[in-house]
């Protein structure tokens, strides 16, 4: 273990190299200097609209999600950390697949708006490594995001150009199937010694307030997930809002209902429509953590640590309903039928791609922790003694 | 206890789903379509412009509030996650409260700048709420949240339009009307019990930290509460200078110089007003907390959690008054008795509003927490009990 | 103590108003009436599109650095609390300074873009501070930001108009500048009793975890840093894309990569060639923690708090290291005379500046910590008492 991460990494890290020397190149290197003055000043104006947007976005990416896994008394390095590490990796290599299935041949270039793009196939890693939190290596999470980002990328490139879909908040290509594809690998990997819970998984108050930093984070700039990838026709205003309405309406599953409106959050829906729609997520997600993560663990073998499946998975597929349903009412002009089409292809992806993946990480040389050292940043990080082990400490006394 | 709260959010929840269903509507529904293309871009080019501010007082309203109360030690699950509810309540009926205000009759329609006046009006309930932290129920601050942004779109309503006086950066109608308000509130509940402390209402290392946090992000995005609510003929340029000024200069009440240039913000003031006006402000401020605070709470029987008398009340009127002053002098054509005027009308609608809301939350059935209880997270939140009880283990000892 | 550092801040706080009456304007005010509807508009466009940015630089200074030296388990609200000091200070002198070097003897108008270069000047000493953290009292500080400011804004303006060298992310003139003046003041107020560490000087588990709440929010604005100065000519947009690949891609010593572009980060290189500096930068860095640090502690009798020789002077070592080879292979039209000018000269000044600051600082009236208050919170501070020592608790057990 020692030995094996910094080598993949190091590995990795010089594969992206070659890979951008070979196939990447800056939005603006191919006009020719005559042209650069008014290419540049519209391309100006479009990175100066953009770039806030990519900072509210990255900042979900980094802070929202790395500090909303905080919660574990003893895991918190290791959730920033290997966040910061899946995000860094997703970036380059989600530009790099992304690019290929968009480019057609041709060279990637790169700007901000790919940027953004990279972005969100990070986004369904970290969603999925919310599932197995606390279980893996680092090692393991490395080839997690190599294999998710390309499943994704594929899938999108489906829901989007084949099916030619809806799906502007994606809440079926990112949530939905960033929750299945953890849960599938959460299953394979599941450890039944740890069916009755591990002594460090549980929280502590200073934790779980950390963990209210990436909460917060995470939703207020929701909203930004959605408007980069829309372009002016889809009429982004109208979208905003009905996001920022469904937030202010969450109280008790915070997050779920910008989860469930992302499908929708283009169509012509009155405000109390996306209301409600939030409200009806924000139950379902409550239901989902009183009800089905325990029978998952139980019954089904799949033991989901952050509960992704209550808040990307369950409203994800709410999501994904609503907008079939919308579409059926003629609030937007898809087929139902494709709409219907890119929930299955989402989701049975996510499945597939997530068990393969887990098959995989089984193999016994990814230096996966074993069963006493889950949930533990000491495997990984020298930790600092005191209020570190203050925890066990009272514990034994 | 266990039934009232959930029950009452619920049924204001569906109170806000009926209401936005009979009177709002997105900001561009009544463009007929061919009108869309124009004005969309129009729109959209005000919305990429204000976006960035929103989310600027945004992160002030739920990152900068809710951290700023997290200093009790066993109080910060409560102080983050009532804020938040505090807010998601106040952002809906904020929205059809001032709606209907400034309506008159017709549909009110929801874009960008209303979401931003309604972050405004959720401020000055945070600001109360800063008053009577610990010794309220959840229940409580819902009917509290309901009365007091009511009476503030009225009293908004009196200085804008009625009184014409000036108040860009809401010194009066946001910060002394607030601070004003829970006084009053925190008088009428006052527990003559909790007059020699309690022993939860204290702070640690790490919650104090936590509440820096809040701080911080409160002081940098000050100057964006100004801009939005400012049209292009108000000077914004020179107001947004004049408050980042004052903001630096503020090293020891580190918020209160914010507070007390809001309501000259836009007048024609010299940079080293700004400075001396955020001094005296500070050292106002300062003053507050050392000898005010403990008068307060022995002599008048108004004890003030979160000393929001020294940081909103305070600088408030030292705001007002400089109004009034720099009018007097010709910084403005606003009236001075019309500034005068905006002043009483903030304190007094809010010291009114204030004490018959106290009187209503006084009444037993909104499940208050016991003396006992007061500023402990345990009574509404299952909380970790390692950390958070190792503080009284330790004081056991 | 008690008494020194209040007058002295009250004093400074007096002369910056002074200050400022005497040479400082709004930007506007000398337009006159009928060219102020023309100018404004225009003026406002630039400034809501600098806004954002402005924004992002200044969560860098107070969130960034301020919790980015929250990691000792004593001294979190020093950390924050006096590098919102610095700033607050150092925001004022910064604009005082640089306006006299760039007005030519008219009046200094401040704007948005002052204020941004005012707090990167503000940046430098944030980053000296990180070498002295824990050994030196609030007045120290003071002092070293008026002198650190001042040198700082001559060699900025040797580098950009002497020299005419490409710096445009500071590599150089901030991070290698602010490192070397650091560490020359850290080497004259050596204590050698403290050569084998100090009991407070190390981290617990949480003060860690706020640390990651500050290297965060410096990583994803660190572009940011660029843009502002940056004019439309040169090429910025691919400055932006330059530096978020790098970030991408520093894994290890997270921010090193961001500090070694900043020189050539306006330059024409392939996007691999950026990835490739930054890996190269964290390399360094890496290298630097492990065997230098130790070494400049016990043999140079330079102690380093933070290790700012490792994150900010080495990269930035090697940033100005690979402008002078980038403008070698032609990347840019500056002369390698020049960047290699630039690199000496920055080092040059911040070392002698640095010394004497350390010697001015040295005299004993400054009210310097005994070596046994070192990293000490509660020699300023009223600390809450739990959780604080509770630290000392333990480890008395």
């Given at each position: 273990m020692r030995l094996k991460f910094p080598l993949m990494a190091i590995v990795l890290e010089i594969a992206m190299i070659v890979l951008f020397a070979l196939f990447v190149e800056y939005e603006m290197d191919q006009t020719t200097p005559q042209q650069l003055n008014i290419t540049t000043?519209?391309?100006?104006?479009?990175f100066l609209e953009l770039y806030p947007l990519f900072q509210d976005v990255h900042v979900m990416i980094f802070v929202g999600f790395g500090f909303l896994m905080t919660f574990l008394k003893k895991y918190g390095f290791s959730s920033v950390g290997i966040n910061l590490l899946i995000a860094a990796l997703?970036?380059?290599?989600?530009?790099?697949?992304?690019?290929?299935?968009?480019?057609?041949?041709?060279k990637i270039t790169i700007g901000i708006k790919n940027m953004i793009?990279?972005?969100?196939?990070?986004?369904?890693?970290?969603?999925?490594?919310?599932?197995?939190?606390?279980k893996t290596s680092p090692t393991q999470m490395l080839i997690m995001t190599i294999i998710e980002i390309a499943v994704f990328a594929g899938n999108e490139y489906l829901v989007g150009e084949i099916f030619k879909a809806s799906d502007i908040g994606a809440s079926m290509t990112i949530h939905?199937?960033?929750a299945y594809f953890g849960l599938a690998v959460a299953g394979i990997l599941y450890r039944s010694a740890l069916r009755r819970g591990h002594k460090n998984e549980e929280s502590t108050y200073y934790s779980d307030l950390f963990a209210m930093i990436g909460t917060l984070f995470l939703w207020m700039f929701w909203p930004s997930l959605t408007r980069p990838?829309?372009?002016?026709?889809?009429k982004p205003l109208a979208s905003f809002m009905f996001l920022l309405l469904t937030q202010v309406h969450i109280q008790n599953a915070t997050l779920a209902g910008g989860v469930a409106v992302g499908t929708c959050a283009d169509m012509a829906i009155?405000?109390?429509?996306?209301?409600?729609?939030?409200?009806?997520?924000?139950?379902?997600?409550?239901?989902?953590?009183?009800?089905?993560?325990?029978?998952?663990?139980?019954?089904?073998?799949?033991?989901?640590?952050?509960?992704?499946?209550?808040?990307?998975?369950?409203?994800?597929?709410?999501?994904?309903?609503?907008?079939?349903?919308?579409?059926?009412?003629?609030?937007?002009?898809t087929s139902v039928a494709m709409q219907a089409a890119a929930l299955c292809s989402s989701i049975g992806t996510a499945v597939v791609g997530g068990l393969?993946?887990?098959?995989?990480?089984?193999?016994?040389?990814?230096?996966q922790p074993s069963d006493q050292d889950c949930y533990d940043d000491s495997v990984y990080w020298e930790c600092p003694q005191t209020c570190f082990f203050k925890g066990a400490y009272i514990e034994r006394t």
């Open positions: 000043s519209t391309d100006m104006g479009k997703g970036l380059q290599w989600g530009t790099v697949v992304q690019g290929i299935l968009h480019s057609q041949g041709q793009n990279a972005d969100f196939s990070t986004a369904t890693v970290l969603i999925s490594f919310g599932a197995v939190l606390g939905a199937f960033g990838i829309a372009e002016p026709g889809d009155h405000p109390f429509g996306s209301m409600t729609l939030g409200s009806i997520a924000g139950a379902v997600s409550v239901i989902g953590y009183k009800f089905l993560t325990p029978l998952f663990t139980t019954k089904l073998g799949i033991h989901d640590t952050c509960g992704v499946h209550n808040l990307h998975g369950l409203p994800g597929v709410v999501g994904g309903l609503a907008g079939i349903a919308a579409v059926a009412l003629g609030a937007s002009n393969i993946t887990g098959l995989i990480l089984k193999l016994p040389f990814w230096g």
